[in-house]
């Protein structure tokens, strides 16, 4: 699928591992690449990013056909696929390379990541805070490849069974009529 009205958003929200495999399925997106950024560390290995001193977060960067699927949408997406209000962790993974962020590219994303985050705390979705960060995306390095489609690779993995399996569930019956055919 080549995008007519290609644009780019990055997000982080736990383990880059869960959130590939949903927005690979998301109508609209062209491409999802796994990787780091919002640190200090030129190209850092993931071992270096787990050890929690680079700054970076694990993060997507998902290309995207503005004229099929919106920024709004893919954020709507991502705030119904991880848990946006635990600072600094999303289930057992802790750190701030798990943080919840919007990586904005322009001062529109900034725009309306504010105000989906403004929407979902007005609307009541979680029972506390959103803690999401919105934060000028600078460098994106691309994770190791065997970091690239891990969930589509090893679906019988534990973890991919147990924490990424039944997010992907979540994102299919909630958005049915938004999956990739």
Same mark, same amino acid.
């Not at 994303?109 to 979902?120: H, L, M, S």
């Given at each position: 699928? =080549?995008?007519? %009205?290609?644009?780019? +958003?990055?997000?982080? &929200?736990?383990?880059?591992?869960?959130?590939?495999? @949903?927005?690979? #399925?998301?109508?609209?997106?062209?491409?999802? !690449?796994?990787?780091?950024?919002?640190?200090?560390?030129?190209?850092?290995?993931?071992?270096?990013?787990?050890? &929690? %001193?680079?700054?970076? +977060?694990?993060?997507?960067?998902?290309?995207?056909? +503005?004229? @099929?699927?919106?920024?709004?949408?893919?954020?709507?997406?991502?705030?119904?696929?991880?848990?946006? =209000?635990?600072?600094?962790?999303?289930? &057992?993974?802790? &750190?701030?390379?798990?943080?919840?962020?919007?990586?904005? %590219?322009?001062?529109? #994303?900034?725009? =309306?990541?504010?105000?989906?985050?403004a929407?979902?705390?007005?609307?009541?979705?979680? %029972? +506390?805070?959103?803690?999401?960060?919105?934060?000028?995306?600078?460098?994106?390095?691309?994770?190791?490849?065997?970091?690239?489609?891990?969930?589509?690779?090893?679906?019988?993995?534990?973890?991919?069974?147990?924490?990424?399996?039944?997010?992907v569930?979540?994102? !299919?019956?909630k958005?049915?009529?938004?999956?990739?055919?």
């Amino acid at each position: 699928m =080549t995008a007519v %009205n290609n644009e780019t +958003a990055v997000l982080a &929200g736990g383990c880059f591992w869960c959130l590939e495999p @949903v927005f690979d #399925q998301l109508q609209g997106v062209v491409s999802v !690449r796994p990787g780091y950024t919002g640190g200090n560390v030129p190209d850092p290995s993931y071992e270096q990013v787990c050890g &929690g %001193n680079t700054g970076h +977060a694990e993060a997507v960067k998902i290309d995207f056909d +503005a004229d @099929v699927v919106s920024f709004r949408e893919i954020l709507e997406v991502f705030f119904t696929i991880h848990d946006p =209000t635990t600072l600094n962790r999303q289930g &057992g993974d802790t &750190g701030t390379q798990y943080r919840s962020a919007i990586f904005f %590219n322009s001062p529109e #994303q900034k725009a =309306t990541a504010d105000e989906v985050i403004a929407k979902v705390e007005n609307d009541g979705v979680w %029972n +506390a805070p959103i803690v999401t960060d919105v934060t000028p995306l600078t460098e994106f390095y691309p994770a190791e490849v065997t970091h690239q489609e891990y969930y589509a690779r090893n679906p019988n993995q534990p973890y991919c069974q147990v924490v990424i399996a039944p997010k992907v569930a979540k994102f !299919r019956k909630k958005y049915a009529d938004k999956l990739k055919k």
